[in-house]
């Protein structure tokens, strides 16, 4: 397993941005896809978008779509989430996932997890 690391939350007004970093230590992150979830207090944890081990691919749940962007540089080892225009419904902990599945990885398909990092929107 690879030992991953969120930073980058915190309190911020709607319409604003933010950007995570999933930093991961111990083995390389350029062979595992990586997703990004989020979850929200009461509720299950969701799928925000999830990128390929080359970047090449890159899928996004309809909520957060044009509004989020993925990105990964390999060579440090870190995966990014560029959030914009935030909504008060995008407030939730975010927690990035590495899977070495070899087709696109669903939820359970992820087995490396970080502690997540708190993203919250205010009106």
């Known amino acids: 397993q690879v030992h991953l690391v969120e930073s980058g939350g915190g309190l911020v007004q709607a319409g604003g941005s933010l950007r995570l970093l999933c930093v991961a230590s111990?083995?390389?992150?350029?062979?595992?896809?990586t997703g990004w979830f989020r979850q929200a207090p009461g509720k299950e944890r969701e799928l925000v978008g999830r990128i390929t081990v080359n970047g090449a691919i890159i899928n996004y749940a309809d909520s957060v779509k044009d509004r989020f962007v993925i990105s990964r540089d390999n060579t440090k080892n870190t995966v990014y989430l560029q959030m914009n225009n935030l909504k008060p419904e995008d407030s939730a902990t975010y927690y990035c996932?590495?899977?070495?599945?070899?087709?696109?990885?669903?939820?359970?398909?992820?087995?490396?997890w970080g502690q997540g990092t708190q993203v919250t929107v205010s009106s």
């Open positions: 996932a590495a899977s070495k599945s070899i087709t696109t990885p669903m939820m359970i398909d992820f087995d490396s």
């Open positions: 111990g083995r390389t992150l350029s062979r595992y896809w």
